[in-house]
């Protein structure tokens, strides 16, 4: 079972960017990956996923502002945020998943996370 370790959280203004890793411990040619974000006292939420082909998908609050990523050679997958919002205030996690709307994990295993906050 692959493992997963994010990276590249922080603290930002809104307006700003920020690019997310998500370093897999193995290949993930055969994988689609998903990210999914936990803001505090709400629900776990799919923010987006990439297929093993490349196609993707976002949730519609992420749309035109996040893009989803894949290096198979490096065995990771990368989440570009742009024009952030103090909305986007999350734990960040990857997994695998079904690649589709609403994205959905297949019950792998997760990362620690990574903590973004949009803060002035």
């Known amino acids: 079972q692959l493992q997963f370790v994010e990276s590249g959280g922080g603290l930002v203004q809104p307006g700003g960017s920020l690019r997310l890793s998500c370093a897999a411990s193995?290949?993930?040619?055969?994988?689609?990956i998903g990210w999914f974000r936990q803001a505090p006292g709400k629900k776990r939420e799919g923010v987006s996923c990439?297929?093993?082909?490349?196609?993707?998908n976002y949730t519609d609050s992420v749309k035109g502002r996040f893009t989803i990523s894949r290096d198979n050679a490096k065995n990771t997958v990368y989440l570009q945020m742009n024009s952030l919002k103090p909305e986007d205030t999350a734990v960040y996690y990857c997994?695998?998943?079904?690649?589709?709307?609403?994205?959905?994990?297949?019950?792998?295993?997760w990362g620690q996370g990574t903590q973004v906050t949009v803060s002035s």
């Open positions: 997994t695998t998943v079904i690649c589709r709307s609403p994205v959905v994990p297949t019950g792998g295993s």
């Open positions: 193995g290949r993930l040619d055969y994988y689609p």
């Open positions: 990439i297929n093993t082909n490349g196609d993707t």
